[in-house]
């Protein structure tokens, strides 16, 4: 299993940026998947969920409205769309694959693979 991340960067407030994630080793529609950011002195906090099969989503308050998860089951690849960004939107951001012996919880589930993260800065 590897995921690896993009799209990061630097971004005004109120700017908009879509993180992608490719998937290998699995096909990542056959199980959830979900986004994580963590921020310089803050605890980690799950921001997406999609579901397998039927690709319905899942995101706290904090996030609701403005970001947007989603996949392509061709390219086995996740995507993260973020608009009306806030300077507290700066974090490092995680895609990950859930597993029941996973050590990061989110809405009720387990991850247990992730990737090397990818920056995002909102000034």
């Known amino acids: 299993v590897q995921l690896v991340e993009s799209g990061g960067g630097s971004v005004q407030a109120g700017g908009s940026l879509r993180l992608s994630c490719a998937a290998s080793g699995y096909t990542i529609s056959s199980v959830f998947m979900g986004w994580f950011r963590r921020a310089p002195g803050k605890e980690r906090e799950g921001v997406a969920i999609?579901?397998?099969?039927?690709?319905?989503?899942y995101y706290p308050d904090s996030v609701k409205g403005r970001f947007t998860i989603s996949r392509d089951n061709a390219k086995n690849t996740l995507y993260l769309q973020m608009n009306k960004l806030k300077p507290e939107d700066t974090a490092m951001y995680y895609c990950?694959?859930?597993?029941?012996?996973?050590?990061?919880?989110?809405?009720?589930?387990?991850?247990?693979?992730w990737g090397q993260g990818t920056q995002v800065t909102v000034s």
């Open positions: 990950a694959k859930a597993s029941p012996s996973g050590t990061w919880t989110f809405g009720g589930h387990r991850f247990g693979n």
């Open positions: 999609i579901y397998a099969g039927s690709g319905s989503t």
